[in-house]
């Protein structure tokens, strides 16, 4: 068939270029011909008399009709292209690209991928690199973070055909800042990945003294980076950094976002005075920006001062406006993504896992692996799968709900992220205390006291050493011994703490446990008394699991024949405006 087209099959060299499936006016330009004489020699001679080429579909570019071929069999377009030298291969793939970017005008950047093939082909690192940025970018819009990696990759390793030159530099700093994001979505939050591509934007942004405020996303990736990482002090001192540069160059939204992280950072190290002033600070701005925001600008902000508001007002104690604000999250659909979307059910479902609200954790779990179906996001199905986990050892089918909690937590850890760490490590031991087992939870609390030291990450202390106190007890009643001396020690420890940190909901599960204790040695007024004064320290959260087992536990106490008069106002649900429903 080749042969019987005689010269005309030159015509489709171009064609055989551009791929199985070709343009008309493509090949018109590439052989300085017109759209109409080679739409009728590709119809004519080389469709209906040789059948080597096929129409195709007609496409719509820049408001006009354009026609498409094919070939007919996909051995045709590769023999003509395997008869072609390397030299005039790529004198035809940067032929075939300009004439896709003339034929596109203003839309190229929608076959961004297509047109960077060509100009690598043809030798044209920067134009390919260019065009690699935006298919990465396209790619990342879409959820498509593989493959957006795989394009800034591409572009990365061409960048070394480019001479030194500050276009060269900005190019490669969009290239980091684009692959770390992706990398975030495919890898983690904490992946050790990542630390290449951020620190090489970070080096890129220091070269160029952060000389536009979009420079500075290279300064707040690093700082989110070492926080997810559990490296608080680089990441405080990072934050701060971007919180000076910020204001320098006045970009208002990157310092919120340094307030943000700086948030994250007091809330782990159970500064929860310092967390509430730069939460409290970054959603101000978020709520209330004296402009619109970018919708990506608000993915960055949002869920760092979120976590850090949620973790403070859950753990001081103030526990219905914890429960509003986490329904709020929910809620603000306007700049959620997919990804940031299940980040935030998976984020929600945990903190509902750690107030001991069943239900809502599983709904918000759930949800969150709804929106993940189909998507490659590791870790943020390990979020949602952890606390399904933890619902299923709770409801009595322990080795199963323990397994796959313990893979869950696997993948979290492989990822290098922290920062949901200690939750997660709070719920594995109430789901072996579920399933009788006190070594594996005994090893659990050793391993996140071990890790707080390590990190210096203290706003989980009081609850484990509570819960060391509890897995004594535990193994106390089942091999016997007098270990109430030393779980209510840790019970002590775990009080100072809590008070030191003011975590209210902390302080008010050690008094529980201790309570519980004491009435089991006679104490039934000491116990009452001090539950009662740590009761009404709550304002409001009536409803919630904590108060509503504490408020049970003070009504037994007060029907023990040993149990001291208390003033009925000094239990009144009433305090702080009424019952609350949780």
Same mark, same amino acid.
């Given at each position: 068939?080749?042969?019987?087209?005689?010269?005309?099959? =030159?015509?489709? *060299?171009?064609?055989?270029?551009?791929?199985?499936?070709?343009?008309? *006016?493509?090949?018109?330009?590439?052989?300085?011909?017109?759209?109409?004489?080679?739409?009728?020699?590709?119809?004519?001679?080389?469709?209906?008399?040789?059948?080597? %080429?096929?129409?195709?579909?007609?496409?719509?570019?820049?408001?006009?009709?354009?026609?498409?071929?094919?070939?007919?069999?996909?051995?045709?377009?590769?023999?003509?292209?395997?008869?072609?030298?390397?030299?005039?291969?790529?004198?035809?793939?940067?032929?075939?690209?300009?004439?896709?970017?003339?034929?596109?005008?203003?839309?190229?950047?929608?076959?961004?991928?297509?047109?960077?093939?060509?100009?690598?082909?043809?030798?044209?690192?920067?134009?390919?690199?260019?065009?690699?940025?935006?298919?990465?970018?396209?790619?990342?819009?879409?959820?498509?973070?593989?493959?957006?990696?795989? =394009?800034?990759?591409?572009?990365?390793?061409?960048?070394?055909?480019?001479?030194?030159?500050?276009?060269?530099?900005?190019?490669?700093?969009?290239?980091?800042?684009?692959?770390?994001?992706?990398?975030?979505? #495919?890898?983690?939050?904490?992946?050790?990945?990542?630390?290449?591509?951020?620190?090489?934007?970070?080096?890129?942004?220091?070269?160029?003294?952060?000389?536009?405020?979009?420079?500075?996303?290279?300064?707040?990736?690093?700082?989110?980076?070492?926080?997810?990482?559990?490296?608080?002090?680089?990441?405080?001192?990072?934050?701060?950094?971007?919180?000076?540069?910020?204001?320098?160059?006045?970009?208002?939204?990157?310092?919120?976002?340094?307030?943000? #992280?700086?948030?994250?950072?007091? #809330?782990?190290?159970?500064?929860?005075?310092?967390?509430?002033?730069?939460?409290?600070?970054?959603?101000?701005?978020?709520?209330?920006?004296?402009?619109?925001?970018?919708?990506?600008?608000?993915?960055?902000?949002?869920?760092?001062?979120?976590?850090?508001?949620?973790?403070?007002?859950?753990?001081?104690?103030?526990?219905?406006?914890?429960?509003?604000?986490?329904?709020?999250?929910? =809620?603000?659909?306007?700049?959620?993504?997919?990804?940031?979307?299940?980040?935030?059910?998976?984020?929600?479902?945990?903190?509902?896992?750690?107030?001991?609200?069943?239900?809502?954790?599983?709904?918000?779990?759930?949800?969150?692996?709804?929106?993940?179906?189909?998507?490659?996001?590791?870790?943020?199905?390990?979020?949602?799968?952890?606390?399904?986990?933890?619902?299923?050892?709770?409801?009595?089918?322990?080795?199963?709900?323990?397994?796959?909690?313990?893979?869950?937590?696997?993948?979290?850890?492989?990822?290098? #992220?922290?920062?949901?760490?200690?939750?997660?490590?709070?719920?594995?031991?109430?789901?072996?205390?579920?399933?009788?087992?006190?070594?594996?939870?005994?090893r659990a609390v050793d391993e996140a006291l071990s890790r707080a030291e390590q990190t210096g990450a203290h706003n989980h202390?009081?609850?484990?050493?509570?819960?060391?106190?509890?897995?004594?007890?535990?193994?106390?009643?089942?091999?016997?011994?007098?270990?109430?001396?030393?779980?209510?020690?840790?019970?002590?420890?775990?009080?100072?703490?809590?008070?030191?940190?003011?975590?209210?909901?902390?302080?008010?599960?050690?008094?529980?446990?201790?309570?519980?204790?004491?009435?089991?040695?006679?104490?039934?007024?000491?116990?009452?008394?001090?539950?009662?004064?740590?009761?009404?320290?709550? %304002?409001?959260?009536?409803?919630?699991?904590?108060?509503?087992?504490?408020?049970?536990?003070?009504?037994?106490?007060?029907?023990?024949?040993?149990?001291?008069?208390?003033?009925?106002?000094?239990?009144?649900?009433?305090?702080?405006?009424?019952?609350?429903?949780?």
């Amino acid at each position: 068939r080749l042969r019987a087209a005689g010269q005309q099959v =030159h015509e489709l *060299e171009a064609a055989s270029v551009e791929g199985d499936e070709f343009h008309a *006016e493509v090949l018109a330009r590439v052989r300085g011909a017109t759209a109409a004489s080679v739409t009728a020699s590709l119809s004519g001679a080389l469709g209906r008399q040789t059948h080597l %080429v096929t129409p195709g579909n007609l496409v719509t570019v820049g408001g006009r009709q354009v026609a498409r071929y094919r070939f007919q069999h996909g051995l045709f377009q590769h023999y003509l292209y395997g008869q072609l030298d390397a030299a005039a291969r790529a004198c035809l793939h940067d032929a075939v690209g300009a004439a896709l970017e003339g034929m596109y005008g203003d839309q190229a950047s929608q076959i961004a991928g297509q047109l960077a093939y060509h100009f690598e082909a043809a030798g044209q690192a920067g134009k390919a690199t260019r065009y690699l940025l935006e298919a990465g970018q396209q790619a990342a819009r879409v959820g498509a973070h593989r493959l957006a990696v795989e =394009h800034y990759r591409r572009a990365l390793a061409l960048l070394d055909d480019l001479p030194p030159s500050s276009e060269r530099t900005e190019l490669e700093f969009a290239l980091q800042m684009g692959l770390d994001l992706s990398l975030l979505y #495919t890898l983690g939050w904490g992946a050790p990945e990542r630390m290449r591509a951020s620190g090489r934007a970070y080096e890129l942004g220091q070269q160029m003294s952060w000389s536009t405020p979009a420079m500075l996303r290279a300064l707040r990736g690093q700082a989110d980076l070492y926080a997810a990482r559990g490296e608080y002090e680089r990441a405080t001192r990072l934050a701060s950094e971007l919180l000076a540069a910020a204001e320098r160059a006045g970009a208002p939204v990157y310092v919120a976002s340094a307030q943000a #992280t700086l948030a994250i950072c007091a #809330t782990m190290r159970g500064d929860y005075a310092q967390a509430w002033e730069y939460a409290e600070r970054a959603l101000d701005f978020a709520e209330h920006p004296p402009q619109a925001l970018a919708a990506d600008d608000m993915r960055t902000l949002r869920p760092h001062a979120d976590l850090a508001a949620l973790a403070v007002l859950l753990l001081r104690g103030y526990l219905d406006r914890a429960r509003r604000h986490m329904e709020r999250i929910a =809620h603000n659909e306007a700049w959620l993504t997919p990804e940031i979307a299940c980040f935030t059910h998976g984020s929600m479902a945990l903190f509902y896992a750690a107030c001991h609200d069943d239900q809502e954790a599983q709904q918000h779990a759930v949800e969150a692996l709804r929106i993940v179906e189909g998507r490659d996001i590791p870790e943020m199905q390990a979020l949602a799968e952890a606390v399904l986990g933890w619902a299923e050892a709770r409801a009595g089918r322990c080795q199963r709900g323990i397994e796959r909690l313990t893979a869950a937590m696997a993948v979290s850890t492989r990822l290098g #992220t922290l920062t949901f760490r200690f939750i997660q490590l709070a719920l594995l031991v109430e789901a072996h205390l579920a399933g009788g087992d006190t070594g594996a939870a005994g090893r659990a609390v050793d391993e996140a006291l071990s890790r707080a030291e390590q990190t210096g990450a203290h706003n989980h202390d009081a609850q484990f050493w509570r819960l060391r106190g509890e897995v004594l007890l535990r193994r106390g009643q089942r091999n016997g011994g007098d270990v109430a001396p030393d779980a209510e020690a840790c019970f002590e420890r775990a009080l100072a703490i809590a008070r030191q940190q003011g975590a209210l909901l902390y302080e008010l599960r050690a008094t529980t446990s201790r309570a519980r204790l004491w009435a089991q040695q006679g104490r039934t007024g000491e116990a009452r008394a001090a539950l009662a004064a740590v009761y009404g320290a709550f %304002v409001e959260g009536y409803g919630a699991p904590d108060l509503v087992e504490a408020k049970a536990l003070l009504d037994s106490l007060a029907t023990d024949p040993q149990a001291e008069p208390m003033p009925r106002d000094d239990l009144a649900p009433e305090r702080g405006g009424g019952r609350s429903s949780w």
